[in-house]
């Protein structure tokens, strides 16, 4: 099985989300290690907001009836 993989240039709106997400998962960290407790509160809440967005994302694949699905291709492998 091969899998290919290339690198593309983010659009500018991307890559400003990309660093904002590090940043909010900088400060995220430190408070983290800082006050434990409200570290488990925060694990709780985030993982209350994905299991949220899981099930409407689950929903509308239902409701619509069609999901991407990824898959690699299978090369057939040359010798050389």
Known sequence: ?????????????????????????????????????????FVVYLLGFALTLLGFERLATGIVGRAYIFSASKQPQTQA
Request: proline share 5%.
């Open 1 to 41: 099985m091969e899998v290919e993989a290339k690198t593309v240039k983010l659009p500018n709106w991307a890559r400003g989300l990309a660093v904002l997400g590090g940043i909010v998962s900088l400060i995220a960290g430190i408070l983290v290690l800082v006050f434990p407790g409200l570290g488990i509160l």
